[in-house]
């Protein structure tokens, strides 16, 4: 009797276990993340139109988690065919050795040519001279301020460079000595200032092929303590803790500056209306000395083929299809996403924006960042938390940075022991 | 014949001992072995950079200053919440249980309400309570003349105002524990004293508080370590900030295994935290041995 049921409760698992679920040929299982995914689904019929054969399946991924599902499912084995990889997520999958280099394709291709893009992005997605993604749409951060303040306080311009953005920041205090108010909001919770700023002054941020931390280096000390001052002399706010609604604080005129990229422009449209309608406008970075504009951030997201997949070849169909100027303005117009294709650009649909000119100029200056898998871990926990302690003036800057690089240095230590194994390997 | 009956009730037993080593065990012996390693973002992809570093993890965690603030974080947090919570909640149950309280079962209700709210849902909304410039806490401190005040981001402050409302959150549980304590304390012993003349303080320091010894026990021991784990109110509130004053022990072990991945690392600070709890439960279960034999 106990056998019997042993037997059957045996056969039962081995059966569940077998069962895997025959997909019928040339599904491409596709995840996509927040708002991108609710509005790919518009553009996937044209496609599967035109390519009858082949069917897309999109899985919709929360941005909050993308990262941790994906690895989780590259653990177990479970990728999708292909996927929308934030690009400085890259070096983490070619580091996980999951995702396809595309260069093959890219030879072959006619829709698809690295001058198509914009310079610093398509960069974003080389390592070690091999093409891991295709950029799908671009981000870069840029100046939104406010219009009106910047007049009562005698400028027409946007700030050309660090001097004049600094000596615009107090002119805006001392015009509002009385109430509240900050002319800047470079939060010590977005690393991404300090980093821009960094790039700027051509500071190389990690040296000895990106094995060891190089933030006490010259270049990257005098971004620092420029924003640290700012801080100090009470420009702006500490974090988002004081300003929990960025939108609010800008519409009350609490801050005048905040750095931002597109997917703020319609927040920002929504909050300030009326009156306020044609107070804010964006302009690019200012610069370090005299180049204008002064280098941005390479972001964006890149498609990429995961190694894994069984139909790469319709995958890069797919690819392809996104890539076509006209497709990527479709999915401009439904996501406010910026095409990737420079030649989307002359549309009017983006020329007769305002709020477009300052992206379009910034995107010619955009620069990457240093591409390897823990770049991450030391600008989000590190980088953040010594700004904190220097712009609160628990650490001095040449304090904050050295320690700064000793974390990096910590973090970085399997990479230089991979390093040197690889280099030990060659030498033989 | 016994060897047959207990085959059977390993049968029957099967199910559940197999969820059980497949869930549990496995797990927990994997993640043991892990906090050996180095394993992380490089083993994930190529299984053979994984380094057996003995007890390396243990050192570096050690020498690590945030995990030392993390950790003092929490063992403030359980040191001001855990009483202080614990209080709340029997003081609560007692006038709950008095015979002069109407509308009880709304009360109880109203008590118990925060215990199945979201969390993230409570923590917005605390957000706004504590909000510098528009929250109600500082509204009314304002018609005291007293002016805003940054709960959140002020770094003296900011662990408090969450220890204020993990209390408020969770105490209508423990309050439901004591009120189920209180009513099986036998009414004669009350009735006894009564006509001894004792007084309502006599009453509840020779009669309620020892007879509730057992229950306050449970509760001390399950609320220090749900307290141990704090993680999600700084999680959602402040993210461990300003200046990692509310960052926890778990939210440190939970960044570094699954934010940067640095499993190893993420494994030796679950294990230090186990033995935390694990002293702390034992002390308290000597003490609850002590306190009897007396």
Redesign the interface.
């Known amino acids: 009797m106990?056998k019997k049921?042993?037997l059957v409760f045996i056969i039962s698992i081995f059966f569940t276990a077998c069962n895997s679920v025959h997909e019928t040929k040339n599904v491409i299982r596709f995840w996509a993340m927040g708002s991108e995914a609710e509005n790919i689904s518009k553009i996937i019929p044209v496609f599967e139109k035109e390519n009858p054969d082949i069917k897309i399946k999109v899985q919709q991924v929360p941005w909050t988690a993308a990262q941790?599902k994906l690895?989780t499912a590259?653990?177990s084995d479970n990728m999708p065919d292909m996927c929308q990889l934030g690009n400085t997520w890259i070096p983490?999958f070619v580091?996980?050795?999951?995702i396809e280099d595309l260069s093959e394709f890219i030879n072959k291709s006619n829709e698809i040519k690295p001058d198509k893009f914009f310079k610093g992005i398509w960069e974003t997605n080389i390592i070690d001279n091999k093409v891991y993604g295709i950029p799908w749409y671009v981000d870069t951060r840029v100046m939104f301020y406010r219009k009106d303040i910047f007049e009562n306080a005698g400028f027409t311009q946007p700030p050309k460079n660090w001097d004049e953005l600094y000596n615009l920041c107090r002119k805006i205090k001392q015009h509002n000595e009385r109430n509240e108010s900050y002319p800047i909001f470079i939060p010590t919770?977005e690393w991404s200032n300090f980093i821009i700023y960094g790039l700027q002054s051509g500071a190389e941020l990690l040296k000895e092929n990106n094995t060891k931390g190089n933030f006490s280096s010259k270049g990257f000390k005098e971004a620092f303590s420029y924003l640290i001052k700012f801080h100090k002399e009470k420009l702006t706010p500490?974090?988002m803790?004081?300003v929990?609604n960025v939108y609010q604080a800008m519409a009350d005129g609490y801050i005048s500056i905040y750095i931002s990229g597109p997917w703020n422009i319609p927040e920002f449209k929504n909050w300030m209306k009326g009156d306020l309608a044609d107070k804010w406008t964006t302009a690019a970075m200012p610069g370090y000395r005299n180049e204008y504009p002064g280098l941005s951030l390479a972001g964006g997201s890149s498609l990429v083929l995961f190694r894994s997949s069984k139909h790469k070849k319709e995958v890069w169909k797919f690819i392809e299809f996104l890539s076509r100027p006209d497709v990527q303005l479709k999915f401009y117009s439904t996501t406010n996403n910026l095409p990737s294709v420079i030649k989307s650009w002359e549309n009017k649909l983006l020329t007769e924006n305002v709020y477009m000119k300052a992206f379009y100029e910034q995107l010619q200056n955009v620069s990457p960042m240093p591409k390897i898998?823990?770049w991450?871990?030391i600008v989000?926990?590190k980088l953040q938390?010594y700004a904190?302690?220097a712009a609160?003036e628990?650490m001095t800057v040449d304090e904050a940075l050295k320690n700064l690089d000793k974390d990096a240095d910590k973090i970085l230590e399997?990479r230089r022991?991979?390093e040197n194994k690889k280099r030990r390997k060659n030498d033989r | 014949m016994i060897g047959n009956k207990s085959g059977i009730a390993f049968f029957f037993l099967a199910p559940a001992l197999l969820a059980i080593a497949i869930f549990f065990f496995i797990p927990v012996i994997a993640a043991f072995l892990i906090s050996f390693t180095d394993f992380d973002i490089y083993t994930l992809g190529n299984f053979s950079t994984i380094r057996f570093i003995g007890l390396k993890n243990y050192l570096e965690l050690f020498k690590d200053d945030l995990f030392w603030t993390a950790l003092g974080n929490t063992f403030l947090f359980v040191i001001l919440a855990g009483p202080l919570s614990i209080f709340v909640s029997l003081y609560a149950a007692i006038i709950l249980n008095s015979k002069i309280v109407k509308l009880k079962a709304l009360f109880r209700l109203s008590y118990f309400m925060p215990v199945v709210t979201t969390l993230v849902a409570v923590a917005i909304v605390w957000r706004f309570i504590y909000h510098p410039n528009f929250g109600i806490v500082n509204y009314f401190l304002s018609l005291f003349g007293i002016s805003s005040v940054d709960w959140l981001g002020n770094p003296d402050l900011a662990l408090p105002s969450i220890v204020l409302m993990a209390v408020w959150k969770n105490f209508g549980y423990n309050m439901i524990i004591f009120i189920a304590g209180l009513q099986n304390i036998p009414e004669e012993l009350y009735e006894a004293a009564n006509i001894e003349g004792a007084n309502n303080w006599q009453k509840f320091k020779s009669i309620t508080i020892p007879m509730l010894m057992p229950t306050t026990i449970f509760i001390s021991i399950i609320t220090m370590i749900g307290y141990f784990q704090l993680f999600a109110e700084p999680y959602v509130m402040t993210q461990g900030g300003p200046l990692n004053r509310t960052l926890s022990i778990v939210q440190y072990m939970y960044q570094e295994g699954f934010r940067w991945w640095n499993m190893g690392y993420s494994a030796s600070i679950a294990f230090v935290l186990f033995f935390i709890i694990f002293i702390g439960t034992m002390i308290q279960f000597r003490v609850q041995k002590y306190l009897s034999s007396k």
């Open positions: 106990i049921f042993i941790e690895i590259f653990a983490q580091s996980l050795n999951a919770n500490f974090g803790m004081q929990t898998p823990e991450e871990q989000f926990s938390q904190e302690f609160r628990k399997k022991w991979l």
